[in-house]
Nanobody, 115 residues
């Protein structure tokens, strides 16, 4: 059974930093496409960053240059380093794992950026 568990969210002032972690249990991690998504109140869930099994990341334009996604195969974990946070980064951040035909989601962690 695959489970994803996020941690590291919290309240931070604009310009600050947070590091999110996602622990992945199960045998999916090594060749899964991993991703971070977020959802703000009243908005649809959107992609923030995805990272392939070889570690190549892709970012949404809104976070490119400020956020860095990484993965650690030894720990079955993915990370999202978020710098220069802005109020519009506020939302629930979800970890995602995709390995066709399966897709898994974590329960999310709240990030709140105050102005």
């Amino acid at each position: 059974q695959v489970q994803l568990e996020e941690s590291g969210g919290g309240l931070v002032q604009a310009g600050g930093s947070l590091r999110l972690s996602c622990a992945v249990s199960g045998s999916i991690f090594s060749d899964a496409l991993m991703g971070w998504y977020r959802q703000a109140p009243g908005n649809q869930r959107e992609m923030v960053a995805i990272i392939s099994s070889d570690g190549s990341p892709h970012y949404a334009d809104s976070v490119n240059g400020r956020f860095t996604a990484s993965r650690d195969g030894a720990k079955n974990a993915v990370y999202l380093q978020m710098n220069d946070l802005k109020p519009e980064d506020t939302g629930v951040y979800y970890c995602n794992a995709q390995k066709s035909p399966f897709e898994f989601w974590g329960s999310g962690t709240q990030v709140t950026v105050s102005s």
